[in-house]
C-alpha cells in the first residue's frame, strides 16, 4: 500500500530548518495563518526564536521555505498517482485527486501554495525565496505535463499540445478544490463523483475522447485510491 507523503516527513533525522518548516505546516493546520508567529512556531518545534531569524531572516522567509515543501510534497503525492496504472487518462484523475487531498488536509497551506486569500501576506519577498518556490512549481507542473503528453501520444483526444492539456487540467481542478474548500458543494453528497469524475469526463470528451474511455480512466484511478493510495487505509477513502 503507498502513501500520499505529507509536507515535511523523511525518514532520516530533521535538520533545524527542516523542523521551523514542519512546525509551521502544522500550525497551519491546525490553528491557520493567525497564529503563525516567530514564539508560537518555534515552540512547536521546541528551539529558541533565535533560530528562525538565523535560518531563514524572518517568518516572511520562513513561509517561503513552507510554500516550497508544499510543493514538493505535491510533486510526491502526483508521482504517486502516476504509477496508479499505465493509463494517462487514470493517471491525470489520480492527480486531481491528489491536489484535492492536499488541499483538504491543510487548507491554509494550499491558499498559501496558489496564491489565495493569504497572497498579500506571504508573496515571496527576496529573490532567491521566489525563485525556490518558483522551482518547486515547476516540478511539480512538469509531473503533470508528463502525463498530459502521454495522453497526447495515444492519439485519445485531438488536442495535440500537451501544455495546454496541462494548463486546462490544472485550472479546472484548482477551480474545483478552491469552490470545494470554501464550502460551496456542501448539497453534493459526494463532490468527487457528482462534480469532480463528470468534469473530468466532460473535459477529456470535449478534447476529442471517447466518453467510455474517459470514465474507464476515472474509475481506474478511483480504484487505485481507495485499494493502494491514501483511501486504502480508510480514512481517505472517497466512496
Known sequence: MTEQPDAATDARPQTVPERLV??????LAQVGPSEIKVRRITEAAGLSTIT?????????ELLNAVVAEGYRALTAAMEDAVRCDD?????LFGIALSNRHLAQRNPHLYDMMFGLSTRGT????TPAAEN????RFATAYDVLAGACHRLVETGRISVTDGHQVAAELWSFVHGFVTLEGAGHFARFANPVFEVLAPMAVHQFVGMGDERARAETSAAIALRWWNSEGPGASGTYAIT
Do not use: C, W
Open 132 to 135: 525556490m518556490v518558483a522551482e
Open 87 to 91: 493509463d494517462p487518462g487514470a493517471q
Open 22 to 27: 514542519a512546525a509551521t505546516i502544522e500550525l
Open 52 to 60: 528562525v531569524y538565523h535560518h531563514f531572516g524572518g517568518v516572511a
Open 122 to 125: 506571504y508573496r515571496s519577498v
